[in-house]
């Protein structure tokens, strides 16, 4: 068992450090990166060590059968790229009373997410451009912003790959071999996800 547990720490480190490693690279890339390796980063750098990782740790610990960890490396992966994409895009339209977190930063950073990469490749990008990464960016023109964003499709993009993944985290906690206690755990994590939207 500690064999097995050592080696999925490791592997969660070695994971998470590329992610990060990974941010970076994709926040100096003269070319805007593709949806897909945005996802990627995303998974590496949050869900492995925020969902994956600690839930097959506690699996190892409590000596799971294999299956069941596979399960909750499969859930941890899909929740966590979901809370990810969540926490994105609450970064431009959350409500800032409610996340405590600015609504301008990701911007004004010109922070690399699905809602950025999804834009790039529409027409409304050219209006979009240069307001990405603008440090002293005000308030009228990041709802400059949101409003492109919103009218080429990267909101509903980003909700729609949000849904996806919850539908898919939904779907392993419904496999007759997830034991229905463990079940009746993780729906909650699921809800709290969800929520954070609404």
């Not at 390796?37 to 190892?60: D, Q």
């Not at 496999?175 to 954070?196: A, H, N, Q």
């Amino acid at each position: 068992m500690r064999s097995s547990l050592i080696d999925l720490l490791d592997e969660a480190i070695f994971a998470s450090a590329g992610g990060e490693l990974l941010d970076v690279e994709l926040a100096l890339a003269p070319e805007m990166p593709s949806v897909d390796e945005i996802l990627a980063m995303e998974w590496a750098k949050t869900a492995v060590y925020s969902f994956e990782a600690p839930l097959m740790a506690g699996a190892t610990l409590a000596g799971a059968p294999p299956f069941v960890i596979d399960s909750l490396e499969e859930f941890g992966r899909e929740i966590g790229v979901a809370y990810q994409l969540v926490d994105d895009l609450l970064g431009v339209f959350g409500a800032e009373a409610e996340t405590g977190k600015t609504t301008l930063g990701d911007l004004r950073e010109g922070k690399r997410t699905v809602l950025i990469a999804h834009a790039a490749t529409t027409d409304a990008w050219f209006s979009i451009r240069p307001f990405i990464g603008k440090s002293d960016l005000t308030e009228a023109e990041a709802d400059h912003v949101r409003s492109r964003l919103e009218s080429c499709g990267a909101r509903a993009c980003v909700e729609q790959l949000i849904a996806e993944h919850v539908a898919r985290a939904r779907l392993v906690l419904e496999r007759s071999f997830v034991p229905g206690d463990l079940r009746e755990v993780l729906r909650p994590v699921i809800e709290t996800v969800v929520e954070r939207t609404r």
